[in-house]
């Protein structure tokens, strides 16, 4: 199975090397890696060019500015979708969702539709998070489930994984969504069409280098989005 691993990039120069690294030393020779990087004033993009030199698994996909973690993932799947990939991860570039984590979940994709890397799961869990931090993020999915009614734990993670067919389904084009909301709603749409969906328990360890991107303002952004979610859901039935 062709598998393409899509990691979004800004400002991630002291990372990216070793997760490649460890990227490619994790998974077998048919998965590859395609780098999506919003013109990383740090010099993360060069940085992924001389890794595609490098390794021929490796490939790079330049935007001009940051543009959104949302869309570097459509434009990364439409990426993919054009060269034939079969199947498709999100994985960020910090080692929060480490490498060890994409065995299980590359053979959970032989079975299921969509993969859910989840940290509310038995098993799962987060390391390095202040109290807020989780109650937000925990109760972000506990929130997306009850109302969009939909038996998934882990509604904002975003390591994932989706076979090419739901992806070619979910209307790629027309997901304005970015970060958390992102995430909730490619799962959303996932659920909606009928796909198997599963998750299995991973450990999320806050980045030791470089800065979180990610704030309260985007969270509960992401969250006064799940009502529109549902609303639209209703309004296609009729």
Not at 10 to 30: F, G, K, Q, R, W
Not at 93 to 121: C, M, Q, T
Not at 169 to 174: D, I, M, R
Request: charged share 25%; proline share 3%; aromatic share 12%.
């Amino acid at each position: 199975m062709r598998v393409l691993i899509v990691t979004p990039t800004y400002n991630e120069a002291e990372n990216l090397p070793s997760l490649v690294d460890a990227v490619l030393s994790a998974t077998p020779e048919e998965t590859e890696m395609l780098i999506v990087d919003d013109g990383s004033p740090d010099g993360t993009g060069k940085i992924a060019d001389g890794l595609a030199e490098r390794f021929s698994r490796v490939h790079v996909l330049h935007r001009k500015q940051k543009m959104g973690l949302g869309t570097a993932y459509v434009h990364g799947f439409q990426w993919g979708l054009a060269g034939n990939f079969e199947a498709f991860v999100e994985m960020d570039a910090d080692f929060s969702h480490h490498p060890k984590y994409l065995a299980p979940l590359l053979e959970n994709l032989k079975k299921w539709d969509v993969v859910i890397g989840s940290r509310y799961v038995e098993g799962g869990g987060t390391v390095n998070w202040g109290v807020t931090r989780k109650i937000i993020s925990r109760g972000g999915s506990l929130y997306s489930r009850v109302i969009l009614g939909a038996p998934i734990y882990d509604f904002t993670g975003g390591f994932n994984g989706w076979n090419r067919k739901v992806l070619e389904s979910v209307e790629l084009g027309t997901l304005k969504s970015d970060g958390y909301s992102f995430q909730i709603e490619l799962k959303y749409r996932a659920f909606r069409k009928g796909f198997k969906i599963t998750e299995f328990p991973i450990i999320f360890e806050d980045r030791k280098v470089g800065k979180s991107k990610m704030n309260q303002k985007i969270i509960f952004e992401a969250l006064g989005r799940v009502w529109g979610f549902r609303w639209k859901a209703a309004c296609a039935k009729h």
